[in-house]
T-cell receptor, first 112, second 117 residues
Framework: RKEVEQDPGPFNVPEGATVAFNCTYS??????FFWYRQDCRKEPKLLMS???SGNEDGRFTAQLNRASQYISLLIRDSKLSDSATYLC?????????????FGQGTTLQVKP | ETGVTQTPRHLVMGMTNKKSLKCEQH?????MYWYKQSAKKPLELMFV???????ENNSVPSRFSPECPNSSHLFLHLHTLQPEDSALYLC????????????????FGEGSRLTVL
């Protein structure tokens, strides 16, 4: 089983749609969780951290389900500029940034 | 504009060549990383340097040799590579904390795309 697993997609949605991605992780001792965004031929950038209580940043909502070992990212009112690959990232156990484990990424394409 | 600069952006080399990738960060960070990104695969952590000391070597073959002369610079020396080593090599930095947790945010460079013939 992969340490961090994502559906690679692509998810093709029209502008204005709501889309959700899930990500599962295998290590129940994992402490910290993040979503990164990577545009085509660009470097990954932190989108948002994922807190136990869930968190929201504008149109983006991230949630954590420790019991089922998955995190989710919800994007409301999709924009063309949201087209990118979304990487699920987990810090394994020690809390050391060096143990960031990346998922394969989920590709989102927002169409006009 | 990224605070982490990588050169060269593109590199084509033969299997017998020796080349180096360079990374420089202007963010005042103390931790630096090399990641490998291959098509349809997750980012793979290769090496971590924390306060110039190597703290992680993720079972990387010896044909990849990192060097961290100071907290701002990181090199990846390449020799006798294989075609399967062709990939995007990403450098990243983070604030780094001696003996403590970091925030989880990595700042990546734009990457060096390597092709091994």
């Amino acid at each position: 089983r992969k340490e961090v697993e994502q559906d690679p997609g692509p998810f093709n949605v029209p502008e204005g749609a709501t889309v959700a991605f899930n990500c599962t992780y295998s290590n129940s001792a994992s402490q910290s969780f993040f979503w990164y965004r990577q545009d085509c031929r660009k470097e990954p950038k932190l989108l948002m951290s994922v807190y136990s209580s869930g968190n929201e940043d504008g149109r983006f909502t991230a949630q954590l389900n420790r019991a089922s070992q998955y995190i989710s990212l919800l994007i409301r009112d999709s924009k063309l500029s949201d087209s990118a690959t979304y990487l699920c990232v987990v810090i394994g156990d020690s809390g050391n940034t060096g143990k960031l484990i990346f998922g394969q990424g989920t590709t989102l394409q927002v169409k006009p | 504009e990224t605070g982490v600069t990588q050169t060269p952006r593109h590199l084509v080399m033969g299997m017998t060549n020796k080349k180096s990738l360079k990374c420089e960060q202007h963010l005042g960070h103390n931790a630096m990383y090399w990641y490998k990104q291959s098509a349809k695969k997750p980012l793979e952590l290769m090496f971590v340097y924390n306060f110039k000391e190597q703290t992680e070597n993720n079972s990387v073959p010896s044909r990849f040799s990192p060097e961290c002369p100071n907290s701002s610079h990181l090199f990846l020396h390449l020799h006798t590579l294989q075609p399967e080593d062709s990939a995007l090599y990403l450098c990243a930095s983070s604030p780094g904390r001696s003996g403590g947790r970091d925030t989880g945010e990595l700042f990546f460079g734009e990457g060096s795309r390597l092709t091994v013939l």
